[in-house]
């Protein structure tokens, strides 16, 4: 009853959102769709500038919350595609945690998804935004804390900082501490991701889950601690597109693919920086794409 709820309640979040947003049936545009955050916004308008420059479509963006409303957008065709991570569809759509190997983790997503959904992963842009432990670098280099191995010891006496959804998820917190031998910390906080940034450099928390392309981990000179167990798999992002769109608009997927492997982990860092400090997602995205020479 609590699934047919949850699914019932994403379901109307979907049709709200889509509703507000105005979408429609009109074959000419390209209904796109992202997460709630800093660096889905800008991929989100890397997509949809990409598709109007390199074709005659028109596209819609649509900022629509987490993976399950995302998805559940894509199979019901209310969108055409966003941008997704191969490690959120490995681990919590396709419930795995075996495969390590980025390119193993992206055939194994692109064949169950064709099998299961009628859903394709197109060519990765080349970043790995998985999750990363960070920490402040004075606490880094009075513990000697390098890799998360070297967090062991000290955890009881240490408070975590970290979004719930990674508190709760299997390829999160209560897997990290198994495949590391973590008893507990002193203390598990929920917070917006945001908010543990801000927590961690004011000595709040001593830890936080972070993303690996996030730019405050650069501006705030913290920490990313080596995963020397490689407990995370291979969070690399790529356009994913539904059965219509690949049938409809092949033009599109050629522009969409030009995208492929054209980021470096820190070129998202400096994007994502920008954003967060103010910058127009849509204006980043559209200069770093200039940059390159994809657009004119």
Same mark, same amino acid.
């Given at each position: 009853m609590r699934l047919l709820k949850k699914l019932i309640t994403v379901g109307l979040m979907v049709?709200?959102?889509?509703?507000? /947003?105005?979408? !429609?049936?009109?074959?000419?545009?390209?209904?796109?769709?992202?997460?709630?955050?800093?660096?889905?916004?800008?991929?989100?308008?890397?997509?949809?500038?990409?598709?109007?420059? @390199? %074709?005659?479509?028109?596209?819609t963006l649509t900022e629509l919350g987490g993976t399950s409303v995302c998805f559940e957008a894509l199979k019901s065709e209310d969108i055409h595609l966003y941008p997704e991570y191969t =490690?959120? !569809?490995?681990?919590?759509?396709?419930? @795995?945690?075996?495969?390590? #190997?980025?390119?193993?983790? $992206?055939?194994?997503?692109?064949? @169950? $998804?064709?099998? @299961? $959904?009628?859903?394709?992963?197109?060519? +990765?842009? !080349?970043?790995?935004? %998985?999750?990363?432990?960070?920490?402040?670098?004075?606490? /880094?280099?009075?513990?000697?804390?390098? %890799?998360?191995? #070297?967090?062991?010891?000290? /955890? +009881?006496?240490?408070?975590? =900082? /970290?979004?719930?959804?990674?508190?709760?998820r299997s390829?999160?917190? +209560?897997?990290?501490?198994?495949?590391?031998?973590? #008893?507990?910390?002193?203390?598990?906080? !929920?917070?917006?991701i945001g908010l543990t940034y801000a927590a961690l450099k004011e000595g709040k928390i001593d830890v936080n889950d972070a993303y690996g392309t996030d730019g405050r981990i650069k501006k705030l000179d913290l920490v990313s601690l080596e995963d020397d167990k490689q407990f995370f798999p291979p969070y690399y992002s790529a356009p994913l597109v539904n059965e219509a769109f690949m049938a409809n608009y092949p033009e599109a997927v050629d522009a969409l693919n030009m995208l492929d492997n054209q980021f470096t982990d820190e070129e998202m860092q400096a994007l994502n920086l920008l954003v967060d400090e103010g910058a127009d997602p849509k204006q980043v995205a559209e200069d770093i794409l200039r940059e390159k020479g994809l657009i004119q």
């Open positions: 049709s709200i959102l889509l509703s507000l /947003a105005g979408c !429609g049936k009109d074959e000419n545009v390209i209904k796109i769709g992202h997460k709630n955050y800093t660096e889905a916004r800008i991929l989100g308008n890397m997509f949809s500038i990409m598709i109007e420059n @390199q %074709t005659s479509y028109e596209t =490690g959120t !569809g490995y681990s919590v759509v396709l419930k @795995q945690n075996t495969l390590k #190997d980025p390119e193993e983790v $992206y055939n194994y997503c692109q064949e @169950q $998804y064709n099998e @299961q $959904y009628n859903i394709t992963w197109l060519k +990765p842009l !080349g970043f790995n935004n %998985t999750y990363t432990m960070t920490v402040r670098r004075d606490m /880094a280099e009075e513990l000697n804390l390098k %890799t998360i191995s #070297d967090l062991v010891k000290h /955890a +009881p006496n240490l408070v975590i =900082g /970290a979004e719930m959804e990674f508190l709760e390829d999160g917190l +209560p897997g990290l501490k198994e495949v590391y031998g973590i #008893d507990s910390f002193k203390e598990e906080k !929920g917070m917006d």
